[in-house]
């Protein structure tokens, strides 16, 4: 009887602690939700909303003027439409960058791994997950060094620009790519062998068995490799404030170098935070649409 009763009640003590769990995760992100919740609110706002008791009216004149570059509060034009426009698009080419090299290599390595047995398999598995420990900051002087030998010996000066970008999208996309091959790695490993032995039994190829057969069965994984690493580029900004040149401004640098030049003092702040929501905007949009496909990385994705 006792033990029935436990039973019956486990259940109901379950959903205390969860009720319990969610509340402190609650309070211990509240300050961050009313931090976004704030910069998001004020950028459709006629005024700073420093509060839920400050009325407002709603509004898209902060963004009209962002894009337009009044960012003084006396509407000054400090940046062209295009010279904005230049900034989300160069932040969209290094996002895009990184999440293309970070997808081509981590796919083909991760398969590599899962499927082939050698002597210092273990070991180099190991050694990813100790690359991936590494901060990109403490790695700078290093990549520097790579990135001034290469530049003033073998790229010509009309090509530097170019150049600059792709080395930026390398460098950061090699900091995503060890972690990113152990999460494909997982996906592939619940992969059966058979399935790709059935397809060279009917004479296919082994490129064809790995596009047609294995390829289609990690798409969840692909999917949040790519996002992962797309939100890694759109973020970065160390590596693009000093390997792009200083005309070659994104989101991350220009809200850096407002904040740096002391601009912020003199900005509109309603107009600023229609910037920072933009910045914002794919991460946001990243956790609406992207839980379920985190939770089944999360589970299945990371098998050793």
């Known amino acids: 009887m006792a033990g029935g009763e436990s039973?019956?009640?486990s259940p109901l003590v379950t959903g205390y602690k969860a009720v319990i769990l969610v509340g402190v995760l609650f309070l211990v992100s509240l300050p961050l939700i009313l931090a976004y919740t704030t910069l998001i609110v004020t950028s459709f706002a006629d005024t700073i909303v420093s509060n839920p008791w400050v009325k407002f009216h709603w509004t898209l004149d902060n963004w009209v003027a962002f894009f337009r570059g009044e960012l003084s509060t006396t509407h000054a034009r400090i940046y062209s439409t295009r010279q904005i426009l230049e900034m989300i698009v160069n932040t969209i080419i290094v996002a895009a960058g990184v999440s293309a090299v970070v997808i081509a290599g981590s796919t083909t390595s991760a398969y590599a791994y899962s499927r082939m047995k050698y002597r210092?398999?273990?070991?180099?598995?190991?050694?990813?997950?100790?690359?991936?420990?590494?901060?990109?900051?403490?790695?700078?002087?290093?990549?520097?060094t790579i990135y001034y030998y290469t530049l003033v010996k073998y790229v010509p000066l009309q090509n530097r620009t170019v150049y600059a970008f792709v080395f930026v999208i390398l460098a950061r996309a090699s900091l995503e790519i060890p972690m990113s091959i152990w999460i494909l790695k997982g996906f592939f490993d619940r992969v059966p062998w058979e399935l790709e032995w059935s397809v060279l039994v009917d004479g296919g190829s082994r490129w064809t068995a790995f596009r047609h057969a294995v390829l289609p069965l990690v798409k969840p994984g692909l999917a949040?490799?790519?996002?992962?690493?797309?939100?890694?580029?759109?973020?970065?900004?160390?590596?693009?404030?000093?390997?792009?040149?200083?005309?070659?401004?994104?989101?991350?640098?220009?809200?850096?170098?407002?904040?740096?030049?002391?601009?912020?003092e003199t900005s509109y702040l309603p107009i600023m935070a229609a910037a920072g929501t933009l910045y914002l905007l794919p991460t946001i949009l990243f956790f609406i649409f992207t839980q379920r496909l985190l939770i089944e990385t999360m589970s299945g994705g990371l098998k050793g």
């Open 224 to 264: 949040a490799v790519a996002i992962f690493s797309f939100l890694a580029g759109w973020e970065d900004l160390i590596y693009v404030m000093i390997f792009l040149p200083p005309n070659e401004k994104t989101l991350a640098t220009f809200i850096e170098g407002q904040l740096a030049s002391g601009s912020l």
């Open 7 to 9: 039973e019956l009640q």
């Open 120 to 144: 210092w398999r273990s070991g180099s598995l190991k050694l990813l997950l100790l690359l991936h420990a590494f901060p990109g900051v403490a790695l700078i002087v290093g990549v520097y």
